[in-house]
């Protein structure tokens, strides 16, 4: 589907400063979008107003998902028509364990699309062979969400979550950062291996590394909240040579 | 100034209340004794220290004066075997009657129930049970009814015991006591769904090497006081107590615990979770107290409240009177809405409002009452 995602002429304000400038973005289905830029440039803002995020100030422009409007949405209608943000820093929950939290998501997201609940025989099955593809332990699913997770094990924690939710656009919101050497491959390798052609991607990174994993068809760099330069995954490995020198000056 | 009262009054005035005080004939010095102390002291409101967040005595006002129908029910396994005794514990045991006294002399609350303590029970656990003994305290109607329970557990013995207290329109004034031998482990779970103006006055004396474990769940449909005094006896004894607070709309749950480390070598943790609804307020008075020569103690306090409404209100108020260095204490306290970070995240994945603010509060609650206590059938349905 053309036009999967698309983002025209979006502006947004937190508190009277303007993050994100008359920013277009067309994402089609089955597509990997990476979305490179400085500290302070705006991506968290896209991926929180993406997901829904209260706070945030839209003074114009427009983003619709697989054809309607998605700013009528609330966060978990979004969710569950199939808008998954894996989180940069993922929130730690206490009192609700890893497995029970997971599968309350998924009941509710099959709910919401008309599909019958898993069967616990069929749930278990499926969670711990996703979680042994991410050396997360039967002991770390029954642990309370998140809470003592460390930085590694919180960003595998939502490539679990990711993987059981099969979402149709994920926006993966600097998932490399505080991931080990070991702990990066297997998560990248994880999320390589959700793509299809039934879903899409929106990679949020500073570095060129995950994209050598997760190869994305186009990449663009986001500076002072606009999208000022857009091409293949060479633009990534520039970024990496030179830095973003270059499209300051832009 | 208590003869002007009108609620004093009434109390002053025996011949009102209900016959059935004859029995008691024996008691008649003890319970004149305490009555003169409550003639001094008076019914408790917002002047005194301990009730800063209460006024029992304009609460009760419009009580009326007549004895309520009480009910205490003891349910216990056909194979545990200990001893409950009535009135007659305390005739032959006279010098037991004041002893709550000796832990607490200036308590309005506590001498109005030993003036005109109308239902007594008295069991005496020697040996580990089996299964939990189940008190169930209920109350009908309106009027007045001043329950007395005293527990004694003997020396080497683990006991589990529920309390319920439940109903009523009216007022009533509890003194729980239990005494723990020594090595000996009590757990407690005590649940509050009083209907009535309801004042607990709760005991606990510790031996050597006992521990106390007391997970309460407050779900007040009126007025409700808990205070809790736990004295340390002896050495390397430990009292937990643990509590969550969820009254009903246009209720207030007020709660005072004080840990009296009488003794070297003891521990005590104390925690409140509240969850505060339309109209709501919570207060939690904790207290912990160490004299000059006692060493080595461990004392913590921790209290959160979740504010659901505008029209809720939490007040904490920690204290500490140490006069020792060899003490370890922590407190803590945070007080506000829910996390809207975790809401979010929860959002992020499909929950709605209403789901993602339920397994936040599950969390909240989750942390003092698990999925196998006694506790969890009497939480309110959207919580369970």
């Known amino acids: 589907m053309k036009n999967f995602l698309k983002i025209k002429n979006l502006s947004i304000s937190v508190e009277d400063k303007i993050i994100i400038k008359d920013l277009n973005l067309n994402i089609n289905k089955g597509e990997v979008h990476a979305l490179?830029?400085?500290?302070?440039?705006?991506k968290s803002t896209l991926s929180n107003v993406l997901a829904g995020k209260e706070g945030y100030n839209i003074t114009n422009g427009k983003i619709s998902f697989s054809g309607e409007n998605l700013l009528?949405?609330?966060?978990?209608?979004?969710?569950?028509?199939?808008?998954?943000?894996?989180?940069?820093?993922?929130?730690?929950?206490?009192?609700?364990?890893?497995?029970n939290f997971i599968k309350t998501a998924l009941e509710s997201n099959r709910q919401y699309n008309g599909l019958d609940p898993l069967k616990p025989g069929d749930f278990l099955k499926l969670i711990k062979e996703k979680a042994k593809l991410l050396g997360i332990s039967d002991e770390n699913l029954k642990r309370q969400l998140n809470v003592g997770f460390s930085g590694g094990e919180k960003k595998r924690n939502e490539a679990l979550q990711l993987m059981m939710l099969e979402p149709l656009l994920a926006i993966l919101d600097e998932t490399d950062s505080g991931l080990d050497v070991d702990a990066f491959k297997i998560v990248a390798d994880a999320v390589n291996s959700t793509r299809s052609k039934k879903n899409s991607m929106l990679i949020i990174t500073h570095y060129q590394r995950l994209l050598?994993?997760?190869?994305?068809?186009?990449?663009?760099?986001?500076?002072?909240?606009?999208?000022?330069?857009?091409?293949?995954?060479?633009l990534a490995e520039e970024i990496d040579k030179n830095g973003y020198e270059r499209f300051n000056n832009v | 100034m208590a003869m002007k009262d009108s609620i004093m009054s009434n109390f002053l005035?025996?011949?009102?209340?209900?016959k059935s005080f004859d029995d008691l004939s024996s008691l008649s010095q003890l319970r004149e004794e305490a009555f003169l102390n409550l003639k001094d002291i008076g019914i408790p409101s917002k002047r005194f220290e301990?009730?800063?967040?209460?006024?029992?005595?304009?609460?009760?006002?419009?009580?009326?004066?007549s004895l309520c129908k009480t009910s205490i029910k003891i349910k216990k396994n056909k194979l545990d075997k200990f001893e409950i005794n009535e009135i007659d514990y305390f005739k032959k045991n006279k010098d037991h009657y004041l002893r709550p006294l000796k832990y607490l002399k200036d308590e309005g609350v506590v001498y109005l129930n030993l003036s005109y303590s109308n239902l007594f029970k008295v069991l005496t656990i020697k040996k580990d049970l089996k299964k939990p003994?189940?008190?169930?305290?209920?109350?009908?109607?309106?009027?007045?009814?001043?329950?007395?329970?005293?527990?004694?557990?003997?020396?080497?013995?683990?006991?589990?015991?529920?309390?319920?207290?439940?109903?009523?329109?009216?007022?009533?004034?509890?003194?729980?006591?239990?005494?723990?031998?020594?090595?000996?482990?009590?757990?407690?779970?005590?649940?509050?769904?009083?209907s009535s103006i309801h004042s607990e006055t709760f005991f606990s004396n510790l031996g050597s090497n006992s521990e106390i474990n007391l997970k309460?769940?407050?779900?007040?449909?009126?007025?409700?006081?808990?205070?809790?005094?736990?004295?340390?006896?002896?050495?390397?004894?430990?009292?937990e107590f643990k509590s969550v607070s969820i009254p009903y709309e246009n209720s207030k749950d007020d709660f005072l615990v004080h840990n009296n480390h009488l003794s070297s070598n003891c521990k005590s943790d104390v925690g409140m979770r509240s969850i505060l609804g339309k109209g709501t307020e919570c207060s939690f008075q904790a207290l912990i107290d160490v004299e000059n020569k006692i060493r080595n103690s461990r004392a913590d306090q921790d209290c959160r409240a979740i504010l659901l409404d505008e029209k809720a209100s939490m007040n904490a108020k920690p204290e500490m009177k140490i006069y020792n260095n060899d003490v370890i204490c922590k407190h803590g306290t945070t007080i506000g809405s829910l996390n809207q970070e975790q809401v979010f995240y929860l959002n992020s994945r499909g929950l709605n409002k209403f789901e993602a603010e339920k397994i936040l509060l599950q969390g909240i609650i989750s942390e003092y009452i698990s999925k196998n206590s006694p506790l969890i059938n009497f939480l309110p349905e959207k919580y369970k």
């Not at chain 1, 490179?36 to 705006?42: F, I, K, R, S, Y």
């Not at chain 2, 005035?13 to 209900?18: I, P, V």
């Open chain 1, 36 to 42: 490179m830029g400085p500290n302070g440039c705006g």
């Open chain 1, 72 to 99: 009528k949405f609330s966060p978990d209608e979004r969710a569950n028509k199939g808008i998954f943000l894996a989180f940069q820093y993922p929130v730690e929950i206490p009192g609700v364990t890893n497995i």
């Open chain 1, 212 to 234: 050598e994993r997760i190869q994305p068809d186009i990449v663009h760099v986001f500076i002072n909240g606009s999208i000022i330069e857009s091409g293949g995954p060479e």
């Open chain 2, 13 to 18: 005035n025996l011949k009102n209340f209900d």
């Open chain 2, 50 to 65: 301990r009730w800063k967040y209460n006024d029992l005595k304009n609460d009760i006002r419009n009580i009326e004066f």
């Open chain 2, 133 to 194: 003994i189940i008190i169930d305290i209920q109350s009908e109607g309106h009027g007045m009814s001043f329950p007395r329970i005293l527990i004694n557990i003997n020396n080497n013995v683990n006991a589990e015991i529920q309390f319920l207290n439940r109903g009523g329109l009216g007022f009533i004034n509890q003194i729980t006591e239990i005494n723990i031998g020594k090595n000996s482990n009590v757990k407690i779970s005590r649940l509050n769904e009083s």
């Open chain 2, 216 to 239: 309460n769940l407050s779900i007040p449909n009126n007025k409700s006081r808990f205070q809790v005094f736990n004295s340390f006896k002896d050495e390397y004894s430990f009292a």
